[in-house]
Nanobody, 119 residues
C-alpha cells in the first residue's frame, strides 16, 4: 500500500505563488512515478504535471513556464512550485502515484488540497 498526503494549498492573489507538497509513505520503493492532477469547480479532473522514476518531467500546456514539479527521494516527497498564478488555476489539487506488481499497475490518490486564486 501507498499513502499520499497533499499540503500547501491556500488563498493567493493573481500573479502570486504557492508550493504544494505530496508526502508518500508505505511501499514507496516500488512507485513508478508521481503526478499532480487538479479539478476546478464544476469541471473535470485534468493532469497538470508528472515526474517519472527516471526524473523526467512533463506538463500540460497551460502551466508550462509557470509550474515546476520536483522530488526529494530521501524525504519521499514531491513538490509542485506554482508561479504567476491565474484565476483559472483555482482547483483542488491531487497527488497520484502508480505502482506495478507482477505486470499490473495500481493507482493511489491523496485527498487533495484546495488552491484558490482570487483578488
Amino acid at each position: 500500500q501507498v499513502q499520499l498526503v497533499e499540503s500547501g494549498g491556500g488563498l493567493v492573489q493573481p500573479g502570486g505563488s504557492l508550493r504544494l507538497s505530496c508526502a508518500a509513505s508505505g511501499m514507496i520503493f516500488s512507485i513508478n512515478g508521481i503526478r499532480w492532477y487538479r479539478q476546478p469547480p464544476g469541471k473535470q479532473r485534468e493532469l497538470v504535471a508528472g515526474i517519472t522514476s527516471r526524473g523526467s518531467t512533463n506538463y500540460v500546456d497551460s502551466v508550462k513556464g509557470r509550474f515546476t514539479i520536483s522530488r526529494d527521494n530521501a524525504k519521499g516527497t514531491v513538490y509542485l512550485q506554482m508561479n504567476s498564478l491565474k484565476i483559472e488555476d483555482t482547483a483542488v489539487y491531487f497527488c497520484n502515484a502508480d505502482r506495478t506488481v507482477n505486470g499490473k499497475t495500481y493507482d493511489y490518490w491523496g485527498r487533495g488540497t484546495q488552491v484558490t486564486v482570487s483578488s
